[in-house]
């Protein structure tokens, strides 16, 4: 069975990719490796893929090949690392992670999605890793995964083995407002409280042209602005938010049964709001075309002034910002707005959408724990040797981003940035600071406060006394945020049609948005995602929530 199933999974990724290259299939028979974590410091050397990062700038004479945080690996923990490709970009990473997982080409780790690794699993492609896991992961690597009481390491488990190692981040990544305020002041208007102010500021910004550039937008929309993945700026998930709907979100119906958001009535309550707001030209008719940096360039040119995103926007907003040492544009944040007088609340998932799966051929698994054991160590309290695997070669912050080499990256999954960081910047005070991560936003947003790097000004607006951070207390605090309540593994019917769905919701939505059908096409959809499986979705899913309801 795990044979067949291994096939069709390879004869069906082959279709989607349009590919002549035929499957291979793995040794059935093959021994899983063994997994000798002290015998060593013989130097193992596992394989992965890589992408390229537009923020990653290599030292003289460095590459993904040859370059100082791979050597210091191979020196610190004996893991020597190579790469199987490297892609240009992270759109080609997950078309050339499909041609892998097509062609059974499969490096000795790499980090795929949810749909995928249950794909892998059943495909028999990846490894178990529950006893490599238990053996060679540190107290504190273990500690450190199950802040969140398990839920992320659970998303991986199947049938109680343990598939892979969820790419963890913080789930409480709450959504902003971002307006100029030097906009608002030069039309004398208020900060935005509420949807109506938001929906008037906008109006504003199009009809006054405050940037003076002759065609002015409302709201900067990217191409994908439903996809919480690859819009956390220029998206719309915040917007529908504001009206107490969410993107794809399994939440309670009141009744004990969970449902999904991109169904709810509430949805066609903000697509009717987009549609007006489409019609009033605050839409830029092109959005559709543009891929996020596309769009922000209505920022940075100043063709509009409002864009929903998360807590690091203020860096992209940096590029229009920030010019010959001058900062040229005054920004503020603001909570998402409600469009009633109910709070707004800020849709969060698990913290966890991929995974790093050992493939079933890897001689070192044990190597691939390592490399997760000792970034936990070096991301979170590095020696000042170790800065190497931040900095690079010369232990220097440059700007190069070096972080980005470290093939195995997962983050914290609770933090209190929001509760340190603005009073210790208020109050120069580095004393209260408690980790790296503090430590060096502290640094930058003060080089910004004494004026000695006005390139900081982005950190400033995240962390400071008025950044993005300092909103989050009263947040987490007043519980203004709807958290996913399912976190099992994709259910069949979620791994087979979740994609079709989307796709078909993305295909209504956009035609509402962009009035070319009524708003009352949205009931049509409803009926439709239902017969096209949502509701056998549904159905799996509230079984799973049947037994592990919190």
Not at 144 to 172: E, R
Not at 514 to 522: A, G, K, P, T
Request: proline share 5%.
């Amino acid at each position: 069975m795990k044979k067949k199933s291994r096939i069709l999974l390879v004869v069906a990724l082959i279709l989607s990719l349009t590919i002549t290259a035929c499957g291979k299939t793995t040794n059935e028979g093959e021994k899983q490796p063994e997994t000798p974590v002290e015998q060593k410091n013989e130097v193992i050397e596992v394989s992965t893929v890589s992408a390229s990062d537009q923020y990653l700038k290599f030292d003289e004479g460095e590459s993904f090949e040859k370059n100082s945080v791979y050597d210091a690996y191979e020196k610190d923990i004996g893991v020597k690392l190579t790469n199987k490709w490297v892609s240009a970009d992270d759109v080609q990473f997950k078309e050339k992670v499909k041609m892998s997982i097509a062609s059974n080409d499969l490096p000795d780790f790499m980090k795929v999605n949810a749909t995928q690794l249950k794909e892998l699993t059943e495909a028999d492609m990846i490894m178990d890793i529950t006893d490599v896991y238990d053996k060679n992961a540190t107290d504190e690597t273990k500690k450190f995964l199950s802040m969140d009481g398990g839920m992320q390491l659970k998303t991986a488990t199947f049938d109680g083995k343990l598939m892979g190692i969820p790419s963890s981040y913080n789930p409480y990544q709450y959504q902003f407002l971002y307006v100029r305020t030097d906009w608002l002041k030069k039309l004398n208007l208020p900060e935005p409280k509420t949807m109506a102010d938001l929906l008037t500021i906008a109006e504003a910004f199009k009809t006054k042209d405050p940037g003076g550039t002759g065609k002015p937008y409302g709201i900067v929309i990217s191409k994908d602005p439903f996809n919480n993945q690859s819009t956390a700026v220029t998206g719309l998930i915040a917007f529908l938010n504001s009206y107490h709907a969410y993107e794809n979100l399994w939440m309670e119906d009141g009744n004990g049964n969970l449902v999904n958001s991109d169904i709810q009535p509430q949805v066609k309550d903000a697509l009717k709001a987009l549609q007006e707001m489409f019609k009033k030209g605050l839409i830029d008719p092109e959005f559709v075309v543009k891929d996020v940096e596309k769009a922000a360039e209505l920022l940075y040119n100043n063709n509009a002034g409002i864009v929903y995103g998360q807590s690091w926007v203020p860096a992209q907003l940096a590029k229009g910002a920030v010019k010959d040492g001058k900062v040229v544009q005054e920004w503020g944040v603001f909570p998402i707005p409600s469009v009633d007088s109910e709070p707004a609340l800020s849709q969060i998932g698990l913290g966890v959408d991929e995974y790093y799966v050992i493939s079933k051929q890897a001689k070192h698994p044990e190597g691939v724990i390592k490399l997760l054991n000792h970034w936990i160590v070096v991301d979170n309290h590095p020696t000042p040797e170790q800065k190497v695997y931040e900095y690079g070669k010369d232990l220097k912050e440059k700007g190069n981003n070096y972080w980005l080499l470290s093939p195995l990256r997962v983050g914290k999954q609770k933090d209190n940035n929001g509760e340190i960081l603005p009073k210790a910047i208020e109050n120069k005070d580095e004393s209260i600071l408690e980790t790296k991560d503090q430590k060096t936003r502290y640094e930058r947003a003060m080089k910004y406060v004494d004026g000695t790097d006005i390139n900081m000004w982005w950190e400033y607006l995240i962390s400071g006394p008025k950044g993005a951070y300092s909103l989050v207390p009263e947040i987490q605090n007043n519980k203004q945020y709807l958290q996913n309540k399912f976190y099992g593994a994709p259910t069949p019917t979620m791994a087979d049609r979740q994609e079709i769905l989307k796709k078909k919701r993305d295909e209504v939505y956009f035609k509402i948005m962009m009035n070319q059908v009524s708003v009352d096409e949205f009931d049509k959809f409803v009926e439709e995602w239902k017969k096209l499986g949502g509701d056998e979705m549904t159905k799996e899913v509230n079984e799973w929530y049947a037994t592990n309801k919190q």
